[in-house]
């Protein structure tokens, strides 16, 4: 898979290249390339910004160097997926995830101040698959944490990344639910005990009362799943 990234702060971008994913890049797996959206800048300010029209606080991100840097990194007749990461796009899940884990070149543009000139999407939307995505109810200071984010969950579900493919199988929200609570030696720490049942050996009985922990961890802490 190949990945872009446009930022004013494509430096942000560095921590992929450690542990897993950089071994994926090293073994060219995962093709990444963050690029400084500042390049496609044409007065000596190298000026992305701008009043928004309308009135209101903050500024707003030009067209031009968006437009450009489109241009630039898949030249007409290519179809990249395109995703914005925006608190005003839809919900990043772990199915979103796996679907665009399919795809064969991402493209995340990552806004700042108050966005992307609209038109930015518009235009993209008429050359690519184009996405406006959140990875939650809140709002950052730039799109690039939230890119990461996205990034780091579509590639660890790619062949060839993760190590152990079963590890994948049992995780949080692949089956609705989240995941049951994991221990490891020793089997008592400062009084507390690793539950009984995963001493046994009675595989049957484990995997029930892992089940039951997914369960009751999701009405504890995420309801809106189980109404789902």
């Known amino acids: 898979m190949k990945i872009d990234a446009i930022s004013i702060f494509p430096e942000f971008f560095d921590v992929l290249g450690l542990s897993l994913l950089g071994k994926a890049q090293d073994q060219k797996i995962i093709g990444f ?24 606080a903050g500024m707003v991100m030009k067209p031009e160097p968006w437009g450009d840097a489109f241009d630039e990194i898949f030249p007409k007749g290519q179809r990249p997926t395109i995703i914005f990461t925006t608190p005003a796009g839809i919900p990043f899940t772990q199915k979103l995830a796996a679907d665009l884990a399919t795809r ?19 235009h993209a939307g008429a050359q690519a698959e184009v996405l ?29 990344v993760i190590g152990n493919a079963e590890s994948l199988i049992e995780e949080s929200h692949n ?37 039951e922990q997914s369960l009751l961890r999701t009405k504890a802490n995420r309801p809106d799943l189980l109404a789902e």
């Open 33 to 56: 390339e963050a690029h400084d959206l500042r390049k496609w800048t044409s007065d000596k300010h190298r000026t992305v910004d701008d009043s928004p029209y309308g009135g209101g």
């Open 104 to 122: 064969s070149h991402l493209v995340f543009a990552c806004g700042r101040y108050e966005g992307i000139d609209q038109r930015v999407v518009e």
């Open 132 to 160: 406006e995505v959140s990875i939650g109810d809140y709002v950052l200071n730039g799109g690039e944490v939230a890119a990461i984010a996205m990034i780091e969950a579509i590639c660890r579900l790619i062949p060839g």
């Open 175 to 211: 089956s609705g639910l989240l995941e049951y609570p994991s221990y490891t030696k020793p089997a008592s720490w400062r009084g507390l005990e690793v539950p009984e049942i995963l001493l046994s050996g009675h595989h049957a009985e484990i995997e029930k009362w892992r089940n």
